[in-house]
């Protein structure tokens, strides 16, 4: 498996990505990762904490190849109404459950599921239910606080296995 380790430079943006991997949103926001590109290839991600693979971020494999990462279509609600008000309590009240929402031009989105579209429905809105990328807003998902320049406790939580025996 070829391990892919590090965000490539701004400067390999303008050339053509050598590999492609599409992802869903939840395999996006993990640092470690077995995947696969398009082609098969099997990659294993190991990057730096504390960042999201946005549609389209630059990715440099151990042999120094560029992978590049698509949003995969998953499974999305889509909420719309005509009322700007109604969108708005709907992005409150899915807010309110730290819910991934991504804000579009009149509508939101995340990741499908019977509750929230069952709730959103009560405050008068449509749900449409398909198969698009997703793209959330940054920040909900990190609990308030994000890692990614903070590197001083990577190790704080490994720990050594001979605290909890107390039998």
């Known amino acids: 498996m070829i391990k892919v380790t ?4 701004d400067t390999a943006v303008t050339s053509p990505a050598q590999l492609i991997v ?4 939840d395999e996006r926001k993990k640092s470690r990762l077995k995947t696969a590109a398009e082609n098969g290839e099997p990659l294993g991600f190991m990057l730096p904490r ?4 946005r549609d389209g971020t630059r990715l440099l494999d151990e042999s120094g190849r560029v992978i590049e990462v698509k949003a995969a279509d998953e499974t999305v609600s889509t909420v719309s109404s005509d009322s700007a008000h109604l969108v708005m309590r709907a992005a409150y009240h899915l807010g309110n459950r730290h819910v991934p929402l991504q804000i579009g031009d009149g509508w939101l989105r995340y990741q499908h599921d019977h509750v929230l579209d069952a709730m959103v429905i009560g405050l008068g809105l449509t749900v449409t239910v398909e198969d698009a990328p ?5 920040g909900a998902y990190a609990g308030g606080h994000s ?6 406790h ?3 939580h490994q720990h050594d296995g001979h605290h909890h025996h107390e039998h």
């Open 6 to 9: 590090e965000f490539a430079a």
């Open 50 to 53: 504390g960042h999201i693979l």
């Open 22 to 25: 599409r992802l869903p949103f």
């Open 154 to 156: 990577e190790h704080s």
């Open 134 to 138: 997703f793209e959330p807003e940054d």
């Open 147 to 152: 890692h990614s320049h903070d590197h001083s």
